[in-house]
């Protein structure tokens, strides 16, 4: 609902050797956030197969939270769009894009407002 298109900061990379099921080797170095993102198999036997990114170190692996249908092969190709932990922060400093924020991060939670 953000309106951010995500593609625009989008990754593209072969996978490395070692790469399993869920834990793709070989990933660039980056400082966008890639955790709680999308991972989109573009060649080999997981071509148009996408999941969910649980982990995501910079120039070295990626871990997906559910595993690829299909054994990860050196050389396939992957995308990785974005994720968004859903803060101002993220959003203002991250996407610059404050104005499309939708949450309410000045209301405090149940828990702490007395």
Do not use: W
Not at 9 to 34: D, E, N, R, Y
Not at 62 to 68: G, H, N, W, Y
């Amino acid at each position: 609902m953000c309106q951010f298109n995500r593609s625009s900061l989008s990754a593209t990379f072969s996978a490395g050797g070692a790469s399993t099921t869920t834990v793709i080797q070989g990933v660039p170095t980056t400082t966008t956030p890639f955790t709680q993102g999308t991972i989109i198999g573009l060649t080999g036997g997981n071509a148009g197969q996408s999941r969910t990114i649980a982990s995501f170190i910079s120039g070295g692996a990626v871990t997906v939270k559910l595993a690829f249908p299909s054994p990860v092969a050196a050389r396939d190709l992957f995308q990785l769009l974005p994720g968004c932990d859903r803060t101002l922060a993220t959003c203002t400093n991250v996407f610059n894009n404050r104005i499309h924020f939708g949450g309410f991060p000045y209301i405090p939670t149940p828990e702490t407002a007395v």
